[in-house]
C-alpha cells in the first residue's frame, strides 16, 4: 500500500493573492514568512496537532531528509495551529527544533493555502487507523491529546520565487508525503522518491 505520492499541482500559482496573510504569518524567530519566500525556496509543512501520529511521523521524517533538502537552499517552515510548547518539546525529540515554526490557530495559512477540514472517512476511515496503528505502535511514534482541531487536513507546499511549484494536499489524514522529491525540479517518474 502506498502511503503518498508526490501530487503535482496542473498549473503554478503565484502566492501574491496570499501575500497579506503571508506578511502577517510570523515565525517564532520573528521572521516574517514573505521575507523567508522571498529570499529563498521554502518547504511549508501544515501540521495537524501535537497529538497527531502522523504529525509525529512527519516530523522523523523531516529529521531524515532536512540536511539534504537545506543543501538545495530550501528553507524548511513548520505550519501548526496547537500549543507552542508542546510542537516545540515535540520538534525537540525529533532533532527539528531550529526550524522555523509559525503558530496559526485561526488557520489563516491553512485558507490562504486551501487546506480544508476534513471529512469522517479522511480523519477516522479504515486506512487511517490501520496506518496510525503502524506508525504509532510499530513505528513508536505514539499518541497523544488532541491540541487543536482535529478536523484539519495537512498539507505540503514548494514554494519558489515567489510560485507554488509543487503542492500535496492530504487526501487522508495518513497520507505520508515526498519531502525531497517535492523540494527536487526533477519528480521521480514514479512519484515515489524517498522520503
Do not use: N
Not at 55 to 79: M, P
Not at 117 to 140: D, H, S, T
Amino acid at each position: 500500500m502506498s502511503t503518498g505520492v508526490v501530487r503535482e499541482e496542473a498549473t503554478a500559482w503565484d502566492v501574491a493573492g496570499v501575500s497579506t496573510v503571508l506578511e502577517r504569518s510570523v515565525t517564532e524567530g520573528g521572521r516574517r514568512l514573505l521575507e523567508l519566500i522571498e529570499a529563498s525556496p521554502v518547504l511549508l509543512v501544515f501540521l495537524r496537532h501535537a497529538g497527531c501520529t502522523f504529525c509525529r511521523e512527519a516530523l522523523a521524517d523531516i529529521a531524515q531528509v532536512r540536511e539534504e533538502i537545506e543543501s538545495t537552499g530550501t528553507h524548511i517552515v513548520l505550519v501548526h495551529m496547537g500549543d507552542r510548547e508542546e510542537l516545540g518539546e515535540l520538534a525537540h525529540r525529533h532533532h527539528v527544533q531550529t526550524l522555523d515554526r509559525i503558530c496559526d490557530p485561526d488557520r489563516e495559512l491553512y485558507r490562504a493555502f486551501g487546506l480544508k477540514q476534513g471529512k469522517w472517512r479522511q480523519l477516522f476511515g479504515p486506512k487511517v487507523w490501520l496506518r496510525g496503528v503502524f506508525a504509532g505502535l510499530g513505528r513508536g511514534h505514539g499518541l497523544g491529546r488532541p491540541s487543536a482541531d482535529v478536523r484539519q487536513m495537512p498539507g505540503v507546499f514548494y514554494v519558489d520565487q515567489g510560485v507554488i511549484a509543487r503542492a500535496y494536499r492530504h487526501k487522508s489524514a495518513a497520507d505520508r508525503p515526498q519531502y525531497r522529491a517535492l523540494c527536487s525540479a526533477k519528480l521521480p517518474k514514479d512519484g515515489h522518491a524517498g522520503r
